[in-house]
T-cell receptor
Framework: SQQGEEDPQALSIQEGENATMNCSYK?????LQWYRQNSGRGLVHLIL?????REKHSGRLRVTLDTSKKSSSLLITASRAADTASYFC???????????FGRGTSLIVHP | EAEVAQSPRYKITEKSQAVAFWCDPI?????LYWYRQILGQGPELLVQ????????DSQLPKDRFSAERLKGVDSTLKIQPAELGDSAMYLC??????????????FGPGTRLLVL
């Protein structure tokens, strides 16, 4: 079973626009991570946010975490065609340290 | 920059044959993961190693899948016999998680398996 579920499943925008994708989860987490996957390739780590944090930034990426709503959002500002990829959230819960991935959001940025 | 290596990158096999995938994690990473990713879905953990020991293999179909990490470095995932439903991307990742360090996983390029 998948702990995190991303929304929307697919997102299509123009270059320069902002892209927002969300991740909802069911049980309390230790941390939540966002990964990017280019077509047919491995995943690349983007950002980690811990359960006691509310917001983190990395370059054009902004991640928020709302533990009361059990949700997180990833914002990509000023998107580029190179941002075209699938984006996954992964959560770790309890003491298992076993990451669980969602189904991902497929982002297409049109030049 | 250190990377996780996987081979082969692509594998086509017939149903009932045996296949094996190899992974070499980033040097010094004690934690190694094997994932299966079906097209259009997120990665699903098959097995997690801490050094040479299995931490979790609850999602590994043990009747046909096996994984080992004999010296606590590189790892092999085997499927015997392969079934049509095993067609997927097999991803290996490593981290220093078990050493009380970063939770970040570093993924290899994956092996895409097609079973005919």
């Amino acid at each position: 079973s998948q702990q995190g579920e991303e929304d929307p499943q697919a997102l299509s925008i123009q270059e320069g626009e902002n892209a927002t994708m969300n991740c909802s989860y069911k049980t309390s987490i230790n941390n939540l991570q966002w990964y990017r996957q280019n077509s047919g390739r491995g995943l690349v780590h983007l950002i980690l946010i811990r359960s006691n944090e509310r917001e983190k930034h990395s370059g054009r990426l902004r991640v928020t975490l709302d533990t009361s709503k059990k949700s997180s959002s990833l914002l990509i500002t000023a998107s580029r065609a190179a941002d075209t990829a699938s984006y996954f959230c992964a959560t770790e819960t309890g003491g298992s340290y076993i990451p669980t991935f969602g189904r991902g959001t497929s982002l297409i940025v049109h030049p | 920059e250190a990377e996780v290596a996987q081979s082969p990158r692509y594998k086509i096999t017939e149903k009932s044959q045996a296949v094996a995938f190899w992974c070499d994690p980033i040097s010094g990473h004690a934690t190694l993961y094997w994932y299966r990713q079906i097209l259009g879905q997120g990665p699903e953990l098959l097995v997690q190693f801490q050094d040479e020991s299995v931490v979790d293999d609850s999602q590994l179909p043990k009747d046909r899948f096996s994984a080992e990490r004999l010296k606590g470095v590189d790892s092999t995932l085997k499927i015997q016999p392969a079934e049509l439903g095993d067609s997927a991307m097999y991803l290996c990742a490593s981290s220093s998680r078990g050493q009380g360090l970063s939770e970040t996983q570093y993924f290899g390029p994956g092996t895409r398996l097609l079973v005919l």
